[in-house]
């Protein structure tokens, strides 16, 4: 069977729900990325706000906790102007049996014009939206804040922000991502907009079991050893190691994984001089990254949260307004 | 009721017919092939020019869902999909709720069966007491209830040397013992193929290796054993081999597959498309080409439907948390045509895998055949029709195929069963 037409995009190619970086057209990416960099000003100015979503709703869909994502979306939506509702679903609801549809339906019949969406199950944004397909409300927007193990685009847009911001491009890159990229939406949605916008070479480290089973079909180098995979490298992009598989059958204990795969100075040292290191947050220290990197001037983990703002407002107003 | 069924290409794999003949029924029986018998005086007659008069088809793994999930489907509901697939015998796997493993629950499936008076059920009794794993079900009183094999369904048992005391006990009866293999650990969280797809779509994997490591043991034990093994929804090209060589050292073991896993692979789940989460998953591009041509030559004996009616709700959620499985007994019949076509199989070849090869694995004499005395099962149907595959055009009571929208060949037009009509369409 072909693939069928893709759920983000309407019938004339643009941008009707944003649910992965996989498969969005190059020139879609790097609009979004030009648009967002006005949205930085807006936060310097003593207000900080535009009136671009005046009078819309926008529902804030957690259905796994995420106060830090959560809070970004509803800083980027104030500054829009938005109306935007916060529902932690995981302590509402669907504890009560409800479905998920039929949270959706009560939602739209509130006359919501967004839903950022955040849930544990890899495809639930997708659903939703063939949902609001089925039942014509091409009006409703959905914003995938993470979806199960498989993308989390808006973060992988404020990456791709940052990298461009500090390396002036991708083309001329050799890009590091090291940790947990079986289980990592984020990864996922790197590689796929690393990959579009031509960055040649994307590494992978990280141990066995927490890569996916001939992980070179999604088009990456697979390192195990961090030390040969940082070397010369211009981008390193820390994962963040979930705390319930650094015990068990995936990791023996977190100390290990420190001392093999944790980003420390000297194996930084490997990748060029002026690599820049990157974090989804929230740091785990001493896990997957040394205090002294995480504060070095290598490290631009806080600019990505500032940009991660202006990121989810271009995305917003470009949905919606 | 005295029938004649007039001009049709009779098809009948057992016999090696493959002509225009007209087929004589009496007293639910087929009474004669080609002339009629000397006092026949015909009551009713079936103008067959231009269809195919075919064994009604046999279906190796069709739940019903009684007792238990009736909410899903019932007896009555699936009795009628069936009769319009043109399936006129059909397994029915021992997962229901509660499983098949009390006699007096299988004796009652089989008397609300009869009455509905429809397409006759061959049950597979429970293995173990409630499919657990741990304790024999009572395999001689199942078998004397109606039971004509004995299965875990999709439930494989943990524990290996229950697996290997189940297998010794069916043996000693002679007893077909029939497994899904997959391995419990492997297959756990899983719900699709460790492959590309799930690797992108970030689905929680199940490799090759759950069901080869699985098929192995059983192959294993059951050879140790003596017992007589059926291997139930094969999904893998890597699992070919193994039966392969079973068969080399002289092993009884049948196999097959089913529809869903002829036409598609992995890249059918599109984007989350939660019809396309079958158990065992849809695997790659390579496992779907080897099954088929190993359906082809024969190696893998029978095509099934795996027949499961899925309730709307269970599949309108996120695709790891919705319900596995999919309908199949009205689409039994088109993708077997669908899979001829496209491979240049000739009919009656493609008609044997779900006539003669399945009613040979359920033991059944009466079935999957058109020979003169027995019983008179047929499915008459245009080669040339289609079958829309819509929400309103299918009978059973779930909707769930990712079939759904498409037109596929042939169209089944008349089932008869022990001589009456109990289906008829228009062309």
Redesign the interface.
Known sequence: MSTPHHPQLDRDGRLQHLLTLEGLPREILTSILDNAAPFLAVAEREIKKVPLLRGKSIFNLFFENSTRTRTTFEIAAKRLSADIVNLNISTSSTAKGESLLDTIDNLCAMHADMFVVRHASSGAPFLIARHLANIGRNDIHIVNAGDGRHAHPTQGLLDMYTIRHYKGGFEHLRVAIVGDILHSRVARSQIAALTTLGVPEIRVIGPGTLLPHDCARLGVRVYHDIREGLRDVDVVMMLRLQNERMNGALLPTPQEFFKVWGLTAEKLALAKPDAIVMHPGPLNRGVEIDSAVADSPQAVILPQVTFGIAVRMAVMSMLAA | MKLRIAHGRLIDPANHIDRIADVFIADGLIAAIGDAPADFTVEREIDATGLIVAPGLVDLCARLREPGNEYRATLESEMHAAMAGGVTSLAIPPDTDPPLDEPGLVEMLCHRAKKLNRAHIYPVGALTVGLRGERLSEMAELTAAGCVAFSQASRPITNNAVLLRTLQYASTFGFRVWCQPGDPYLTRDGVAH???V????????I?AAAETIALYTILQLAEHTGARLHIAHLSCASSLPLIREARARGMDVTCDIDIHHLH?DE??I???D?HCHLAPPLRARADRDALRAALAAGEIDALCSNHAPVND?AK??????SEAGAIGLELLLPLALKWAREDSIALPEALARITLAPARILDSQRAGHLSVGTRADLCIFDAEGHTPVTRETLTSNGKNTPFLGQTLPGKVRYTIVEGQIMYASDA
């Open positions: 460790d492959g590309e799930a690797a992108h779509l970030g689905l929680p994997p490799a598609l890249s059918d599109g984007y989350f939660t709700e309108a959620l996120p695709f790891n948390e």
